[in-house]
């Protein structure tokens, strides 16, 4: 097969948030992290762990489908850590980088399968995860799955 | 009804519900199961129920709530107007999404694991609440039975999302004058039908006093944007006796509690009744049943003309409560009660939501066993 790559336009004017252009849709990004909850817009990082769980719970919708086993409902929650924000603002003395370290995900399932065939899928997701695979070398991953009725 | 000893044991309503029931109701609830079915799984559990508490010595018995999801939202499938929905469906239309975020964090559970009904049109009782329950339970017991019912201000409270419900009801206030003739409806029934006691549930006026300022605890509570304490007091109070208005025939009472969805003591509320107090005695039910062996609910007050159900044991600890410590805290109750006042129960049910019961079966048994052990020794 041939090499595919997906392509995307990002422009960002003067102190306005970036639009992402993607295929025939767009999305607005703002700065890479904030510490202000009431900070106006998504930012760069949230998309990114954004991005990572819907790949997990896209993905488990995917194999399950395929498998045909019955998934009602996912749900992730999700938390990132940096290796230090403080040297994202540049703090003078701060040593360490910016970059994702450790990702907490609890996936709940609801299914009225067996454990066992949803624990069978959930590793299957795992394998063939695109952002799962990237992160996993250089990010603790710390995934759990529970199922529930 | 036959005759009830002194110190009446019964229970505060739900039992954990066996694993093949939970499964039962989440079919039934996605239309894989027929109502049938579902029953005959349901009429097992409830005859189990019966079984242990009669076993354990109790005098008055519940159903076990066996066939509702929760204490509160199984009205939905009941009525008109009302639409259970999953908190996952809810979460776009709640106003105080921050507070709801720390919830679901701190109850580890899925928003898709929590539902709420809520109105969404003409509220109207389509059939009876808790009647059926009561006539299964009626015809396999001679005992006396108590039926709970969730009160009318939780009713109103939790069913009114200002998004959705506005557009039939202005306000929550209006919402809940078809609230008062829903439970009219259901209570003369129930009374037709010989229930003993029915009991209110209410737990939620405990947050309107604890919590200002606070974390709030219960989910149903987060929904809509906060009002004056005092004023959802007294609305509180005008609902329930508008809807007791006139009827004598079964004993009334009140169920308030401080949350039963935690282990962990820690993150339920705490605080004496003492707030509610002038409250509480202006509502027209005959017995107040309230937590008290958790000393998070503060000391023993005394409501001028209720009779009290006092709580002895914590249904959400695995230790199990002595006999001696029971006739002591019974002891206590005496010293404010004269003792025909007093009936004795777990501070709440054993399982308010089917799919996070807060203890095992067995454990609730052997706590109900000990209540009953008490109550006899003091009886002689
Ligand atoms: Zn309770």
Same mark, same amino acid.
């Given at each position: 097969?041939?090499?595919?790559?997906?392509?995307?336009?990002?422009?960002?004017?003067?102190?306005?948030?970036?639009?992402?252009? #993607?295929?025939?849709?767009?999305?607005?990004? !703002?700065?890479?992290?904030?510490?202000?909850?009431? *900070?106006?817009?998504? %930012? =760069?990082?949230?998309?990114?762990?954004?991005?990572?769980?819907?790949?997990?719970?896209?993905?488990?919708?995917?194999?399950?489908?395929?498998?045909?086993?019955?998934?009602?409902?996912?749900?992730?929650?999700?938390?990132?850590?940096?290796?230090?924000?403080?040297?994202?603002?540049? #703090?003078?003395?701060?040593?360490?980088?910016? !970059?994702?370290?450790?990702?907490?995900?609890?996936? *709940?399932?609801?299914? %009225? =399968?067996?454990?066992?065939?949803?624990?069978?899928?959930?590793?299957?997701?795992?394998?063939?995860?695109?952002?799962?695979?990237?992160?996993?070398?250089?990010?603790?991953?710390?995934?759990?799955?529970?199922?529930?009725? | 009804?036959?005759?009830?000893?002194?110190?009446?044991?019964?229970?505060?309503?739900?039992?954990?519900?066996?694993?093949?029931?939970?499964?039962?109701?989440?079919?039934?609830?996605?239309?894989?199961?027929?109502?049938?079915?579902?029953?005959?799984?349901?009429?097992?559990?409830?005859?189990?129920?019966?079984?242990?508490?009669?076993?354990?010595?109790?005098?008055?018995?519940?159903?076990?709530?066996?066939?509702?999801?929760?204490?509160?939202?199984?009205?939905?499938?009941?009525?008109?107007?009302?639409?259970?929905?999953?908190?996952?469906?809810?979460?776009?239309?709640?106003?105080?999404?921050?507070?709801?975020?720390?919830?679901?964090?701190?109850?580890?559970?899925?928003?898709?694991?929590?539902?709420?009904?809520?109105?969404?049109?003409?509220?109207?009782?389509?059939?009876?609440?808790?009647?059926?329950?009561?006539?299964?339970?009626?015809?396999?017991?001679?005992?006396?039975?108590?039926?709970?019912?969730?009160?009318?201000?939780?009713?109103?409270?939790?069913?009114?999302?200002?998004?959705?419900?506005?557009?039939?009801?202005?306000?929550?206030?209006?919402?809940?004058?078809?609230?008062?003739?829903?439970?009219?409806?259901?209570?003369?029934?129930?009374?037709?039908?010989?229930?003993?006691?029915?009991?209110?549930?209410?737990?939620?006026?405990?947050?309107?006093?604890?919590?200002?300022?606070?974390?709030?605890?219960?989910?149903?509570?987060?929904?809509?944007?906060?009002?004056?304490?005092?004023?959802?007091?007294?609305?509180?109070?005008?609902?329930?006796?508008?809807?007791?208005?006139?009827?004598?025939?079964?004993?009334?009472?009140?169920?308030?509690?401080?949350?039963?969805?935690?282990?962990?003591?820690?993150?339920?509320?705490?605080?004496?009744?003492?707030?509610?107090?002038?409250?509480?005695?202006?509502?027209?039910?005959?017995?107040?049943?309230?937590?008290?062996?958790?000393?998070?609910?503060?000391?023993?007050?005394?409501?001028?003309?209720?009779?009290?159900?006092?709580?002895?044991?914590?249904?959400?600890?695995?230790?199990?409560?002595?006999?001696?410590?029971?006739?002591?805290?019974?002891?206590?109750?005496?010293?404010?009660?004269?003792?025909?006042?007093?009936?004795?129960?777990?501070?709440?049910?054993?399982?308010?939501?089917?799919?996070?019961?807060?203890?095992?079966?067995?454990?609730?048994?052997?706590?109900?066993?000990?209540?009953?052990?008490?109550?006899?020794?003091?009886?002689?």
């Amino acid at each position: 097969m041939d090499k595919v790559s997906w392509n995307l336009r990002i422009v960002a004017e003067e102190k306005e948030p970036a639009t992402v252009y #993607v295929r025939k849709h767009q999305f607005r990004v !703002g700065v890479p992290l904030q510490f202000d909850p009431e *900070y106006q817009h998504i %930012t =760069a990082l949230e998309y990114a762990l954004g991005a990572l769980s819907a790949d997990v719970v896209g993905g488990l919708q995917a194999v399950s489908r395929r498998r045909r086993l019955k998934l009602y409902c996912i749900e992730a929650v999700v938390s990132g850590e940096l290796n230090n924000p403080l040297t994202y603002l540049g #703090v003078v003395g701060e040593t360490g980088n910016p !970059g994702l370290e450790h990702v907490n995900m609890t996936v *709940y399932v609801s299914s %009225t =399968a067996k454990e066992e065939d949803i624990r069978e899928i959930w590793g299957e997701m795992l394998q063939k995860s695109p952002l799962v695979q990237t992160l996993k070398p250089t990010v603790k991953l710390d995934f759990v799955l529970k199922v529930t009725a | 009804m036959s005759l009830l000893p002194l110190f009446p044991v019964t229970t505060v309503g739900s039992w954990p519900r066996p694993p093949e029931l939970l499964r039962a109701q989440r079919l039934r609830q996605k239309g894989e199961m027929g109502e049938e079915e579902f029953n005959k799984l349901a009429d097992d559990a409830v005859l189990k129920v019966l079984r242990l508490q009669d076993e354990a010595g109790v005098d008055m018995v519940t159903d076990g709530e066996q066939r509702r999801d929760n204490f509160y939202s199984f009205v939905a499938t009941k009525m008109e107007g009302i639409k259970l929905m999953t908190l996952a469906e809810m979460l776009d239309l709640v106003e105080d999404k921050v507070s709801f975020e720390r919830i679901l964090r701190t109850l580890d559970v899925p928003s898709y694991s929590i539902s709420n009904a809520t109105c969404i049109g003409k509220v109207k009782r389509a059939r009876p609440l808790a009647v059926q329950e009561l006539k299964f339970v009626r015809q396999h017991t001679h005992k006396p039975v108590k039926v709970t019912l969730p009160g009318p201000y939780l009713m109103t409270r939790s069913m009114y999302l200002p998004s959705v419900s506005s557009k039939v009801y202005r306000t929550k206030e209006d919402l809940g004058e078809d609230v008062i003739v829903t439970l009219r409806e259901e209570i003369y029934e129930l009374m037709e039908q010989g229930a003993d006691f029915i009991q209110f549930d209410e737990p939620v006026l405990t947050e309107l006093v604890f919590t200002q300022g606070q974390t709030r605890t219960f989910m149903c509570a987060a929904l809509a944007a906060r009002k004056d304490p005092a004023e959802e007091l007294e609305f509180a109070v005008s609902l329930i006796n508008r809807v007791v208005d006139g009827f004598h025939r079964s004993r009334l009472g009140m169920h308030i509690c401080r949350g039963n969805w935690s282990q962990d003591e820690a993150t339920l509320l705490r605080g004496s009744y003492h707030p509610l107090l002038k409250y509480l005695e202006r509502m027209k039910v005959q017995q107040l049943v309230l937590e008290y062996a958790t000393e998070r609910a503060g000391d023993i007050l005394h409501f001028e003309g209720k009779e009290l159900g006092l709580g002895v044991v914590n249904p959400r600890t695995e230790n199990i409560e002595s006999v001696e410590e029971i006739k002591q805290s019974i002891e206590r109750a005496l010293r404010i009660y004269p003792p025909d006042k007093v009936w004795l129960n777990p501070d709440c049910g054993f399982s308010s939501f089917s799919n996070r019961p807060v203890n095992s079966s067995d454990i609730a048994f052997r706590k109900l066993k000990n209540i009953v052990a008490a109550a006899h020794s003091l009886r002689t």
